[in-house]
């Protein structure tokens, strides 16, 4: 079975991409996900050689293994809730210094098709980029669709978000 029959060829794609973007700047990548619950890893790990660029992934979809294993405060969580920047950039951190990487991505966000709320709709999606020695950028996006959907797109959002990081 190739990867293309089980992941979207965009991703793949762009997964490539970075790929040969990382390789160039001689650098690793790590992820922790949540929403997306491993569709970057598995994207990333579909390319042959990404072990090159590529060191490894979290899927932290419950609040104790964000704490547990990324090593994300209990306090942020209570006060900011899993879906905010700021737990999407201490994700990242912590994915940045378990995996002494050079750039982690981080992705916390609301697929649904429940869950949300007023504040924070489904759709709703954090991201955060880290870098060693460089500031964490984070953002939040609104994504459309159902919850295939929004998994895909913010998978795709936090790919692209590499280059700018």
């Known amino acids: 079975m ?15 991409e970075i790929g040969r973007y990382l390789q160039q700047q001689q650098q690793v990548l790590a992820c922790a996900e949540s929403c997306t619950g491993g569709l ?20 932290t979809y419950a609040n104790a293994a964000k704490t547990r294993q990324l090593h994300v405060p ?14 999407a950039r201490a994700m990242a951190e912590g994915a940045l210094r378990q995996a002494d990487a050079d750039v982690a991505l981080a992705i916390s966000g609301i697929a649904g098709p429940g869950g949300g709320t007023a504040q924070k709709p489904v759709g709703t ?9 460089a500031a964490t950028r984070s953002e939040t996006c609104h994504f459309a669709g ?3 959907a929004v998994r895909l797109a913010a998978a795709l959002h936090a790919l692209q978000g590499v280059r700018v990081a």
């Open 2 to 16: 190739s990867a293309e029959t089980v992941l979207p060829a965009p991703l793949v794609a762009l997964a490539a």
């Open 40 to 59: 970057v890893a598995s994207a990333l790990t579909a390319i042959a050689g990404s072990s090159a660029w590529f060191s490894c992934g979290w899927v």
């Open 74 to 87: 209990e306090a942020l969580l209570d006060e900011q809730g899993a879906v905010s920047e700021a737990v």
């Open 125 to 133: 999606v954090c991201f955060a980029w880290a870098r060693k020695a």
């Open 146 to 148: 159902g919850r295939d």
